[in-house]
């Protein structure tokens, strides 16, 4: 007999949600698996065909730390790598987005636009590739300058380190 019907229900409905995962092939980001034979990694620095200096170190340091964080493949020298991840930063653009009543400037939107390669590096084939990835920021403008340059600088960093995870998510899920 059903005498407390009540007392199942909490129990039926954490069985219904852990199935309703199971099936819908669910799994955490960036979790899928590459082939056995490629377990290291190495970045070729990026070229940087815009005016905004030291933008690919950032972009190397955000990969670096997204790879190593990950686990998924052992971050190591370009002479040790089995993938060569490597690509292209196509543009930086900036742009004013609001305007205070007297007509200055309150905040700009920052984008930056690259393209990515990760190669084999026994033969040299392209395993993966992505053209035109773009990422926006933004970053309230003030007074001083100095300070708009630094917030800009700081909103790029955020950039590349978005860029970092889509780059490592997308060849985990995308290859």
């Not at 970045?43 to 790879?67: C, I, K, M, R, W």
């Not at 403008?141 to 600088?153: F, K, S, T, Y």
Request: proline share 3%; glycine share 4%; charged share 25%.
């Amino acid at each position: 007999m059903w005498a407390r019907p009540k007392k199942y229900f909490p129990v039926l409905v954490m069985l219904l949600l852990v199935l309703a995962l199971c099936a819908c092939g669910y799994r955490l980001r960036g979790t899928g698996e590459l082939r056995p034979d490629l377990k290291r990694v190495a970045f070729v620095p990026f070229v940087n065909q815009t005016v905004e200096s030291h933008v690919e170190d950032d972009l190397y340091d955000a990969l670096a730390g997204e790879f190593a964080r990950s686990k998924n493949l052992q971050v190591v020298a370009v002479a040790d790598a089995d993938l060569l991840l490597s690509g292209t930063i196509t543009a930086i653009a900036s742009s004013a987005i609001s305007y205070s009543p007297d007509d200055k400037t309150y905040e700009y939107r920052v984008a930056m636009t690259i393209d990515v390669v990760a190669t084999e590096a026994r033969t040299q084939e392209v395993f993966w590739r992505r053209s035109g990835m773009q990422e926006v920021d933004e970053y309230k403008a003030v007074a001083e300058p100095l300070l708009i340059d630094r917030r800009r600088q700081a909103a790029l960093k955020r950039i590349c380190q978005v860029l970092a995870e889509n780059i490592h998510d997308g060849l985990f899920t995308d290859f």
